[in-house]
Nanobody, 117 residues
Framework: QVQLVESGGGLVQAGGSLRLSCAAS????????MGWYRQAPGKQRELVAR???????NYADSVKGRFTISRDNAKNTVYLQMNSLKPEDTAVYYC???????????WGPGTQVTVSS
């Protein structure tokens, strides 16, 4: 099992910045990649950014150039630096950890990000 705990959400004005953190514990040796997803009211959960054990990253088109995902392996923590925030970035942000075999997905409880116009 893998436990994930997010922190760093909050209320910010448009154009501002926030940094989300996700601390992982448990059987993290089996994890192949970690990422951030978000879900806005009335919408499906969508991928925001992902980082593999090898350091490869991918981003949703809507956040490219504004958000940066990174990881600190010594602290078993993944970060999401969010700059130039827009009202449409308002959502609950979830940390995700994925294992390839046997296949498994783990989720944190989520942290609210609200961007005011």
């Amino acid at each position: 099992q893998v436990q994930l705990v997010e922190s760093g959400g909050g209320l910010v004005q448009a154009g501002g910045s926030l940094r989300l953190s996700c601390a992982a514990s448990g059987s993290i040796f089996s994890i192949n990649s970690m990422g951030w997803y978000r879900q806005a009211p009335g919408k499906q959960r969508e991928l925001v950014a992902r980082i593999t054990n090898g350091g490869s990253t991918n981003y949703a088109d809507s956040v490219k150039g504004r958000f940066t995902i990174s990881r600190d392996n010594a602290k078993n923590t993944v970060y999401l630096q969010m700059n130039s925030l827009k009202p449409e970035d308002t959502a609950v942000y979830y940390c995700n950890a994925a294992r390839s075999w046997p296949s498994a997905q783990y989720w944190g409880p989520g942290t609210q990000v609200t961007v005011s116009s």
